[in-house]
């Protein structure tokens, strides 16, 4: 006699517990709704971003030069303008206050170097006199300089890599043409000379490099 059990429930009470139920349905509904929303938006914003870092490389400021292949006599003479750059900037800042920017120096003060045998002579020259420095007479293009105790030149203190750049650079500026100076052949005279702390003689340099091109 089931349906007899129903025959109490009122049409009212049927409708009330049917929306109550359809109303605790809803909240679930609206959850599933919006969390693959988002899902979707995620993965939008990071295929997105992937992309903008693609077309912009990666976000750098300044994008990557092209590879251009260089042949080995490009490279060669890349690394020389390199050396030859930063030659120019060691000697500003360290020779240039005494030889002067134009490398002519001072007259019987400050010897010049455009144009010196000194400058141009066996490489190890120029490599002794910054490492230690120089004292004494010497002649450059026939004129006398370190006649007075004052115009001495004192050890420059930079490294051998910085040495055999300025070097370079000051064999081959306004109108010197020499050979590359090498930095291990630097570091081989600053251990060879490691015991000495004083300033190398003028003449006793100029004997031993250049017998027979000073004047006198
Ligand atoms: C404070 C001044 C002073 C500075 C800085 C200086 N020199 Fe000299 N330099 C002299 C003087 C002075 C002589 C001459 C010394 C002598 O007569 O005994 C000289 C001599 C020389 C000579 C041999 C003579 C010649 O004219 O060729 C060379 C090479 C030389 N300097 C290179 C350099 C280089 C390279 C630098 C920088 C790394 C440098 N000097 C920095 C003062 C300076």
Redesign the pocket.
Known sequence: MAPAKFDGMKDDDMVEIHSNLGREKHPPTKGFLVAPLIFVFGCLIFVCSIQLAHSTNSFQVHPPQEIVELTEEEKEALRLERKLDSGKK??TS??A???QPNGL?IAT?????AG????SANPE??TK??LKG?????T?KGEK??TSPA????A?P?NDRE?AN??TY?RNAWGNSASEVFESDVADIRTNTAGQNEQWI?EALQSEYLSGASTE
Request: hydrophobic share 50%; net charge neutral.
């Open positions: 060691i000697f360290k020779c206050s005494c030889h120096g003060q400050y010897p010049p170097l010196s045998e000194w400058v020259l120029i006199i910054i120089l004292k004494g007479e010497i450059v300089y370190g115009a001495n030149m004192v420059v930079i040495i300025v070097s000051v003028g």
